[in-house]
């Protein structure tokens, strides 16, 4: 046999799939980083309000806390996800960020009032205010390289899901351990997860390859469609910032109410558990890429849809069906505008147009949270009236968004 032939069958039978093993590998390690940057959420979205509120803060102040002014989050995501599109080292700009997240949280431990908590809570927005931002670029970057090489296919939702089921795992796991402990120690809960998610994305980002870094020429090119990139920005806003009331004020809602931390940890498994279903699910069963504007549409009816029912102060059944639709509200909210961003915004911005939304995301939610502290004093249960108010905004913004983009396909 010709020493040709002996390549072409050594290439034919070994490099697909050592190439099938590197993809599989890469799938893994970007799971496992998706898995570490949302680890936190799973104890910081349901235990942080009651740890504020241990430390003997009111609700008003509470808000003001959890809505720090937003411009040190939209500074550092500004900042630092051109700095990453720039350089390609999106990896190394997240490490920085989540570890600063972990030391942040363990020195809360020696602070009180309500000052010297705003002040660290404005350090802790600053750090993570890239973090989802990065971590989505990483992904993005790998799926635009396989495409261009020709390889395996990987698939954001799939990827981005295993951040969920990881938020799932962490409020499964935390439950049980924040019931035994003082809430007053629930901090010692957050810093611990935060430095174990930190030294978890170290191991993941390790051995990962680096998105290349976009020509001169690409970072000069201008978005084709800038009206259309704002519209989707604002659509996925509204509607996420919509959770802000839920987010704020749901698990001291529900203690005051005489609910166990057991049943706040379980209420919010029950959330998320839709959310990861629907991640993990939505790239093949949900239409991807090609119903991203869709996406967009049904997570703005189903928030219009959850906060009403919200507003009727429901049982305890009641609360585990709306949180059940957590994963249209919210992963479909997300999923949505990441493929819509993505393409429109070009391979020269890819952390960068979603850092867009998630300033956007932020400014709307510090705004909706600091309002949400006199409101709910106010109305109570009764304030999610406003929230479904700002779910039909959004809904109504998504359906200009997919009729303006279905209209290309019309005319083709």
Known sequence: MALTDLSALWRRNLSPPDAAIEDRREELRLSALMASVYAIVGVQLPFFPVWLGARGLSATEIAAILATPPALRIVSTLLSTRLGDRSGRHGAFLLGHLFAVALVFAGMRLLSGFWPLLAAVGLLAFAQGPINSLADGMILGAIRRRSAEGRGTLHYSFVRGWGSFAILAVMLAGGPVAAVLPSDALIFLLAGVAALAALGALAAVNGLRAVQAPSQQSRAEALARPGLVVLVICAAALILAS??????????????????????????????????????????????????????????????????????????????????????????????????????????????????????????????????????????????????????????????????????????
């Open 243 to 412: 959770h802000a009331l839920s987010f704020g004020f749901a698990a001291l809602h529900w203690k005051a109410n005489g609910f166990s931390e057991t049943f706040l940890s379980l209420a919010w498994v029950a959330a998320v558990a839709t959310e990861v279903g629907f991640f993990l699910l939505a790239g093949r069963w949900f239409g991807g890429e090609r119903k991203a504007a869709l996406h967009l549409t049904v997570a703005g009816a189903a928030a219009v849809l959850r906060w009403l029912i919200m507003a009727s102060d429901p049982a305890a059944a009641g609360i585990l069906a709306t949180q059940a639709l957590h994963g249209l509200t919210c992963a479909a909210a997300q999923l949505g505008p990441a493929y819509l961003l993505a393409k429109l915004a070009g391979p020269s911005r890819l952390a960068q147009a979603q850092g867009w939304l998630a300033v956007a995301y932020s400014a709307i939610q510090a705004l909706t949270t600091l309002a949400c502290g006199p409101v709910y004093a106010l109305y109570g249960e009764r304030s999610y009236f406003a929230m479904a108010a700002m779910g039909a905004a959004g809904l109504g913004l998504a359906l200009v968004v997919m009729r303006l983009v279905e209209a290309p396909r019309r005319l083709a």
